[in-house]
C-alpha cells in the first residue's frame, strides 16, 4: 500500500498561513491525494483531494508537485478551530480503494 | 452532503459480553463500508471493509471472529465485538463513500470501554 510521510507536529500563529507538507515518493499514477482533518474524539473530516493539478476549495488549498512525490496542504489563515491532526491519505487504486492512515501532523494554533 | 452516522458514541460493557456499533449512511447508499480502530495518541488502522451482500474483508492481524461484520443493507453496516475485553477498549470509525473517487465520509466514532 502506498505511503505517506508527514511531520508529527507543526505550530502556526493565528490568523497566519499554515503549509502542512506531505511526502509520497510511492504514489502511483491514478492515486488521488486526500486530506482529512480530525479533531479530538471526532470522525476525521474531509478537507481536500486531488490527483494532480492544484486544488482550491473553501477549507483550503492543495499544491502538488509536478512529479507527484509531494504535496502541501495550505491554510491560509489558521484559526484556533484549526487545531487538528491533518492526515494526507493516497486512495490506493488496488481493488477497494481504502485509505490507509499515516501518522498525520498535530497543527496547533498559537492565540 | 453525505452524512454517516455512527451509534452508540459511547458505550461501556463488561468483560465477556458483546457490543455492537452501528453505521449508516444517511442519504445515500454504500457498497462499501469500512471499520477503523484508533488507540489514544495514534493514527487510525484499519480493521476490515465491509461488502454490502457479501463477506468482509479482514486486514492482516484482525481476528474475523472476535469483530464480526455484517453489511445487510446499502445502507447499514454493524461491526459487533464480541467477548470483548479491556484491551479492545478503543475509539471505533466508519466510514462510507457513495461516489467514485469523491472521498469518504467518516462517521463520529464509538468510545468502546471493557471494564
Known amino acids: 500500500d502506498a505511503k505517506t510521510t508527514q511531520p508529527n507536529s507543526m505550530e502556526s500563529n493565528e490568523e497566519e498561513p499554515v503549509h502542512l507538507p506531505c511526502n509520497h515518493s510511492t504514489i502511483s499514477g491514478t492515486d488521488y491525494i486526500h486530506w482529512y482533518r480530525q479533531l479530538p474524539s471526532q470522525g476525521p473530516e474531509y478537507v481536500i483531494h486531488g490527483l494532480t493539478s492544484n486544488v482550491n476549495n473553501r477549507m483550503a488549498s492543495l499544491a502538488i508537485a509536478e512529479d507527484r512525490k509531494s504535496s502541501t496542504l495550505i491554510l491560509h489563515r489558521a484559526t484556533l478551530r484549526d487545531a487538528a491532526v491533518y492526515y494526507c491519505i493516497l486512495e490506493t487504486t488496488s481493488g477497494t480503494y481504502k485509505y490507509i492512515f499515516g501518522t498525520g501532523t498535530r497543527l496547533k494554533v498559537l492565540a | 452532503g453525505a452524512v454517516v452516522s455512527q451509534h452508540p458514541s459511547r458505550v461501556i460493557c463488561k468483560s465477556g459480553t458483546s457490543v455492537k456499533i452501528e453505521c449508516r449512511s444517511l442519504?445515500?447508499?454504500?457498497?462499501?463500508m469500512f471499520w477503523y480502530r484508533q488507540f489514544p495518541k495514534q493514527s487510525l488502522m484499519l480493521m476490515a471493509t465491509s461488502n454490502e451482500g457479501s463477506k468482509a474483508t479482514y486486514e492482516q492481524g484482525v481476528e474475523k471472529d472476535k469483530f464480526l461484520i455484517n453489511h445487510a443493507s446499502l445502507t447499514l453496516s454493524t461491526l459487533t465485538v464480541t467477548s470483548a475485553h479491556p484491551e479492545d477498549s478503543s475509539f471505533y470509525i466508519c466510514?462510507?463513500?457513495?461516489?467514485?473517487?469523491?472521498?469518504?465520509?467518516f462517521g463520529s466514532g464509538t468510545r468502546l470501554t471493557v471494564v
Open positions: 442519504d445515500f447508499q454504500a457498497t462499501t
Open positions: 466510514s462510507a463513500g457513495g461516489h467514485y473517487r469523491a472521498g469518504y465520509t
